[in-house]
């Protein structure tokens, strides 16, 4: 709690100091950065504001917008030592911020992640529909992009692949490609939708997957990847490697 307090206060301590008046704007345009000792105070308050620029923008956009102007008298109160509400107020209202906060982050995801499980079924039952899209019993769905001539791996296999992944609106939140490096792993330790997906695939083939979220990440917000999403992947698979060549090539 006190580090929440102190964030608090350091917060609108940058707000004071970066009051958007006449007399700042002449003191932002005078300060002297020729010393390290200069250059280090400068920084800290730079960092300081660019995490409180972030953080209120957060709050706003989850419905929580922050009065500036008290920030600022708060601040200057405490400075001079003439707060208007004590520290166990302070404590108790930072903590209602606080659940304030929490409960509306959970209502934004759960309202998302419900926008998300509808878009996925309703492309899946779109997609389904072209030709030359397959759907297997547990309702991948596989495109093949171009036919390899050598084995199929099993689950208990260590594979070598290159792959795009992406989300339906075509944004790409990972690449083999784009690192210009193959990624090893073994089947059995990946997502369904590739346990299962790979499985089909001859070496030397490259296949089109869309995967539904049950067989991707689920109602897992990672960040790239919202919960509940459908996702699609290019795959090429280029080997299946015995245990020792896979230990060679970490």
Not at 15 to 34: I, P, R, S
Not at 157 to 172: A, N
């Amino acid at each position: 709690m006190r580090k929440t307090i102190k964030l608090s206060l350091i917060a609108a301590s940058v707000l004071a100091l970066t009051a958007c008046n006449q007399e700042a704007k002449k003191e932002q345009a005078d300060v002297k950065l020729d010393t390290v000792a200069q250059q280090q105070a400068y920084g800290i308050g730079a960092s300081v504001g660019n995490f409180l620029n972030k953080d209120l923008a957060d709050k706003k956009e989850i419905g929580i917008e922050l009065d500036q102007a008290l920030l600022m008298r708060g601040f200057e109160d405490a400075l001079a030592g003439n707060a208007k509400i004590d520290e166990e107020k302070i404590r108790e209202v930072l903590t209602a911020l606080d659940e304030s906060v929490r409960t509306k982050q959970e209502e934004k995801a759960k309202v998302e992640s419900e926008k998300s499980k509808a878009e996925g079924e309703k492309y899946l039952a779109d997609n389904a529909k072209k030709e030359g899209v397959m759907v297997t019993e547990s309702g991948l769905q596989y495109e093949v992009m171009s036919e390899g001539e050598g084995a199929k791996p099993v689950a208990t296999d260590v594979v070598k692949v290159h792959y795009k992944g992406t989300l339906l609106d075509g944004t790409e939140f990972d690449s083999s490609y784009s690192r210009n490096e193959p990624t090893t792993f073994p089947l059995n330790r990946v997502i369904p939708g590739w346990t299962e997906g790979l499985q089909l695939m001859p070496v030397g083939s490259k296949y089109k997957f869309t995967i539904p979220s049950d067989l991707a990440y689920g109602d897992r917000d990672l960040g790239k990847i919202p919960a509940n999403s459908t996702l699609i992947f290019e795959v090429e698979l280029l080997e299946i490697q015995n245990d020792a060549e896979a230990a060679a090539a970490e």
